[in-house]
């Protein structure tokens, strides 16, 4: 099983549209989880983290589920500039250092 | 500020021959990484610097050795090119190895083996 994994997607929407993304994660220690989004052919970029209570910036919403492993993301009113891959990323935290573990992505294309 | 700088951003090697990644960074970070990233994998780490004077092999250090030149430069370098090496290879850094700090990364460079 890997440690994190997520469905490659493509998720295709209209604009406006109200789109969530999960992710699992294997490793009930981890300490902590982002999201990070990539655009094609860029380097990934943090878009938030993702905290026990759960929080939202904007029209970004992550929620931690830490009984069943999973983390999501919620994007309401899509933009066609939210189209990306959206990374999970986990953090063990098992040695005490930040080695972040990613997943594959999640693919979004918003159409107008 | 630039950020996180990477060079060169594209590169073709034949088998067997040998070249140094650089990056640097700009925001006064003590930790630095290097990744490789492959189609359907996700990013791996390959080695990464948790302070200035220190190295530690990450998920997938094989083939690889890096240099942490000071505290703003972080090379990684293939002694002997694989077509396996094949990938996109990001830089990336943060403030500290905490686990809420943010890692930066730098635009890539795209290796191809042959």
């Known amino acids: 099983r890997k440690e994190v994994e997520q469905d490659p997607g493509p998720f295709n929407v209209p604009e406006g549209a109200t789109v969530a993304f999960n992710c699992t994660y294997s490793?009930?220690?981890?300490?902590?989880f982002f999201w990070y989004r990539q655009d094609c052919r860029k380097e990934p970029k943090l878009l938030m983290s993702v905290y026990s209570s759960g929080n939202e910036d904007g029209r970004f919403t992550a929620q931690l589920n830490r009984a069943s492993q999973y983390i999501s993301l919620l994007i309401r009113d899509s933009k066609l500039s939210d189209s990306a891959t959206y990374l999970c990323v986990v953090n063990p935290m098992n040695t005490g250092f930040q080695k972040l573990v990613f997943g594959t992505g999640t693919r979004l294309l918003v159409s107008p | 500020n630039a950020g996180v700088t990477q060079t060169p951003k594209f590169q073709v090697l034949k088998t067997g021959q040998s070249m140094t990644l650089q990056c640097a960074q700009d925001m006064n970070h003590n930790s630095m990484y290097w990744y490789r990233q492959d189609p359907g994998m996700g990013l791996r780490l390959i080695y990464y610097s948790a302070s200035e004077g220190t190295t530690d092999k990450g998920e997938v250090p094989n083939g690889y050795n890096v240099s942490r030149l000071n505290k703003r430069e972080f090379s990684l370098r293939l002694e002997s090119a694989a077509p396996s090496q094949t990938s996109v290879y990001f830089c990336a850094s943060s403030e500290s190895g905490g686990p809420t700090y943010e890692q930066y990364f730098g635009p890539g460079t795209r290796l191809t083996v042959t």
């Open positions: 490793n009930s220690a981890s300490q902590s």
